[in-house]
């Protein structure tokens, strides 16, 4: 499943440059599919939260295929990173999108 910053989040950013696939945004920031991947995709989003740090849940994929951990957890000073529950996809699919990201495929 995709991971999630909850509101415990402290905005200190050591985050998002541990993101493989640049799906960590600061808060306010628009986020877009072709940022940091291959997807030829420039559209602007609006941003998942004004208030702390997030993660795209369709840019996410638990750094399966790069690290044994997801390294935004492991660099979280107060533990404010989880699965999240909306987004749950099984290895194979966390793999495939990684994949699709990268383009590996």
């Known amino acids: 499943m995709a991971l999630l910053i ?4 402290i905005n200190c950013g050591a985050c998002v440059s541990e993101c493989p696939n640049n799906a960590i945004y600061e808060p306010g920031e628009p986020w877009r599919m072709s940022d940091g991947t291959c997807i030829d995709d420039d559209t602007e989003h609006d941003p998942l939260s004004d208030d702390f740090y997030y993660i795209v849940p369709d ?34 699919e966390l793999l495939a999108k990684k994949a699709k990201l990268h383009c590996e495929e």
Not at 6 to 9: F, G, K, R, S
Not at 60 to 71: R, V
């Open 59 to 92: 840019k996410c994929t638990e750094c399966k295929g790069f690290y044994d951990e997801p390294q935004c957890v492991a660099v979280c000073p107060v533990d404010s990173i989880i699965p999240d529950p909306d987004h749950e996809e099984t290895e194979e």
């Open 6 to 9: 909850t509101e415990d989040c």
